[in-house]
């Protein structure tokens, strides 16, 4: 199931909650002693920016995979830090380790969280805030610490971000990536209601996705309808990208959101009304479009507004794909406006050298 460690950070007393919630994310995915020590300490330095320089925010910790398709395989620690706070001044300066000014928006220990993390991403603007996504995962599969976009990446790029309601233990979404040849697909699920019940049915799509990744999305569906017929249903969104043809398919029934952009310009992915392991259409329509050096893809949960505004800053699609995920999530809510549901956001990026 989707287990998810989400803290609100208003003060400072928290930020030994997060430091804790971190250690257990790192027992949960298996992480040997240095990695789990890495993972508290980045996770505390980011709980403890937030409260000095943003007036508070929220630490979101995921176990997910690489961003990178084809890196080693094996579950990462995702710890991502969101606040609405002023913004960091100088970024480059910020990421420099051992950084560090009282005057600053933000910046002590970013450099340290870099480079202690696999993969490490920062987006920030003044007036609207910051949002850092570090990545830490089992011994042997960390390549040199990485940076995007600086990060030379090889192949297509996936990542996400799952926040329960009201900062719960399980959430009720999941999202997964696989690869299988030159396809790659991407899927969220969106378990009935929220808590154990509907992460049930969300883990059991993940699940069968990972036995036949290779189907086109409207067979996976049907092969997801059967599969969780058993439990509560879920709404399903799947994307399936040809690195071979360059062309992105999708098929979803149920609420899902989906938005994809293209030549400067986005535009949404529609899915069928259904439950899928419930009532599932007789028809799936695929929506099928061309991929381009500039594409994105962006999946999401019915936690997130249905008036949400794609994130307009062009630097974004060159980011780490859970960190544009996060912008998502993070400028979809706020403490006036708090996310009613189990939201997830899950993004597909383009090859970074495939970019002009």
Not at 27 to 50: C, I, M, P, Q
Request: neutral net charge.
């Amino acid at each position: 199931m989707s287990r998810v460690w989400d803290v609100p950070v208003p003060e400072t007393t928290r930020v030994r909650d997060v430091r804790v919630a971190a250690e257990s994310a790192c027992a949960t995915a298996g992480l040997d002693a240095r990695s789990t020590a890495a993972a508290a300490l980045v996770a505390t330095e980011l709980a403890t920016n937030l409260v000095k320089h943003a007036s508070g925010g929220r630490i979101v910790i995921n176990l997910t995979g690489p961003a990178d398709t084809l890196a080693p395989a094996g579950t990462r620690v995702q710890i991502t830090s969101l606040d609405h706070g002023p913004g960091i001044a100088d970024v480059a300066a910020a990421l420099r380790d051992g950084y560090t000014t009282a005057t600053s928006s933000l910046g002590a220990g970013l450099g340290t969280c870099r480079r202690l993390s696999d993969d490490f991403d920062l987006h920030s603007r003044r007036g609207t805030g910051t949002v850092a996504v570090a990545r830490l995962g089992p011994a042997g599969s960390a390549q040199p610490s990485r940076s995007a976009p600086a990060l030379a990446a090889q192949g297509t790029r996936a990542g996400g971000i799952n926040a329960p309601l009201a900062h719960a233990d399980y959430s009720g979404d999941a999202f997964s990536w696989v690869r299988s040849g030159p396809l790659i697909t991407l899927m969220l699920a969106d378990g009935l209601g929220h808590g154990a019940k509907a992460a049930e049915a969300s883990a059991a799509a993940v699940a069968e996705l990972q036995r036949r990744p290779d189907l086109p999305p409207a067979d996976i569906l049907r092969r997801l309808h059967t599969a969780l017929r058993t439990t509560r249903g879920a709404a399903v969104g799947v994307a399936q990208l040809d690195e071979d043809t360059q062309r992105l398919s999708f098929a979803g029934v149920g609420n899902i959101g989906a938005r994809l952009r293209g030549e400067g310009a986005w535009r949404p992915l529609i899915s069928h009304p259904g439950i899928v392991g419930a009532h599932f259409p007789a028809t799936v329509p695929r929506h099928e479009s061309a991929w381009r050096p500039d594409s994105l893809l962006i999946l999401h949960s019915d936690g997130l507004p249905s008036r949400w505004t794609p994130p307009d800053d062009a630097r974004l699609p060159a980011h780490d794909p859970a960190l544009t995920a996060a912008v998502v999530l993070r400028d979809g809510s706020s403490a006036a406006r708090p996310l009613r549901d189990d939201t997830t956001v899950a993004v597909l990026a383009p090859d970074l050298d495939g970019r002009p």
